[in-house]
Structures are given as structure tokens and as C-alpha cells.
């Protein structure tokens, strides 16, 4: 159907499934039990550009090609970071399945995590605008690491504020996603490989709202839903950070005599009240510039990202 945004596959077909999940989650475990082989890892030191690792093996008659994407919960990169990461891994896919569409999308979880804290919040509501609402209806989130708890029961607590009302799993499950728990075997992840299958069978591969979105703003990260919601939280975090900086400077303690030397006389009793604001001062201005570059490199993205994505915009 002409602009419909999924394409629909046929039987017998290759199938393309990408692996989502926090460090940890069990995406390699995942892989390497489901085809009976080891993931494949990329070659590159940096994990913005390196070529994701794959598998690749037969189910049902089926080529099946599972791939891994870039972590969201890298301590080491800002959520910027993490976003361009994610954008280069969608738009420039390179090798054997460079001409293909995803299925579908598994995204591992562990139920060893505990409460859901306001980093996970912010990761999902991202991850919510780069695939966009039509693409839930392909997305399974598996839960894993059941036999690492005491008993499932501490595992389901965990879950209910993950997916009851309000959970931060609600928005994707309320509009199609299922949520499956992965027993850690083969016969469990085949199962759920063959759910991804029926959902891509039934509704055509995924098409991502971000795909849609570059293309229209000829590849403007910033104009697009994910770029907007990050501007807007770095924008919220760092006016917050310069009230605090202004505060900070309200409170300044009078400065501790010099030496000779030109340097502070730590004798002085008012060294050590000066010393403690310096180190908050400096804490407070490192953060701004971090939130500063963040912002320039967010709303820049597009001058490096557009050659990466030349392709989306040749046709």
C-alpha cells in the first residue's frame, strides 16, 4: 500500500531482529542460546562506531539474524552520546543486511534490577520516541535473570512498577508490546524469536518514527521527537545547574589570607569554609560546560550525521 510504513515480508524470508537491554541484561546469552553459536562482535574500540555484533542461524524454515545495538545505560557517554550512537546504528547498518528492515525488536530485562529509578524513566520515554507508537506492536520485552532471585515472587514485585499503571513499561504495553519472561534455554528464546516472526508476519517490518523523522528534516536530530525531548531535558538540567551556580555564589565565605607565595594560607580558620565552596563552584561550573557541550553537540548533529545518512536521503 503506497505510504504505508511498514513493508510487508514474505513467507519463508530472512528475519532481522535487533537486541535491546541495559549492560548486563543477557543480550550475548541471549543470541548464543538461541542459535547454538557465539555472537559475533564487531571490530572498533569505540562503540558509536563500531559494527554491531551479529548472529545468524535457521528456525522453521527461516534465516533468522539477530543483532546487538548500543547499550543505554553507558555510564561513560552522555544520553546525547548514547543518542547518536543509536541514530548511526539505525541509519547507516552496514555488511550483509544493510538492505534490511527489522522485524522486530527484543528488549532483555533484568529482573535483578530493583526499583525504577529516574535514569531508567529518562532512557525509556527516549527509546519511546525513537521508535514511535506503530513500532510497539513489534517489540517483546523479555524479562531474564529470574533464577539469579530467591523466588519469583520478589521478581513479579519488581515487574509491577515496571509495567502496572503508571510503570514506565505502560505506554509500549498499552499499545501493543507483549512482555514474556525468558526461561534461559533454547526452547524459551525460540519462542519468542517466533512471536517477534508472527507480530513482523502480521504487521510488516519495523519502520522507526526517527527514520520518518530524519528524513523529513533532512537529517536535523534536534527537530526530531527523541532529539526534542533530550534538548528539553539538557535545556530543564541546566537552567536548573545556573540557579543553583547563583545560589552558590549568595553564599560565598570570605576568602582566607595569602602567603607570601601568593598561595592561600590553609592555617587561615577561614580556609576551610572557602576550600569546601571552591570545590562545589568548580563541581557546579563542570557540570554546566558538560550540559553546554551536550546542547552544541546535540543541535550540531546534524553536520557529521548527514554524510553517515546520505542514503536515506538519495531516494
Known sequence: MAGSRQTKQKKGGEVMIALLGVTGAGKSTFASIASGTQLEIGHGVDPCTQEPATVRFDLDGRSIIIIDTP?????????????????KWMTSRKGFYKHYALDGLIFLHPVTLNRVGGAERKRTRLLEKILGREAYKRVIIATTMWDDLRSDEIATSRLKGRHGEGGVWNEMLSKGAIMRRHSNNQESAHKIIREVIAASDKYGKVKFLVEDELAR?????????????LKERITEELSLLRVQLDEHWQDRPSRPSKKG????DKKDPKWGPWDEWETERRSLDRKIEAKESDLKQLNSMVFRIIKLFGRIFAG
Do not use: M
Not at 71 to 87: H, M, N, P, T
Not at 217 to 229: C, D, I, L, P, Y
Open 71 to 87: 547499550g543505554f545505560d553507558d555510564d561513560k557517554r552522555s544520553d546525547v552520546q548514547i543518542l547518536e550512537a543509536i541514530y
Open 217 to 229: 528534516n533532512q537529517g536535523r536530530v534536534v527537530r526530531t521527537s527523541a532529539g526534542k525531548e
Open 261 to 264: 607565595n601568593g598561595q592561600y
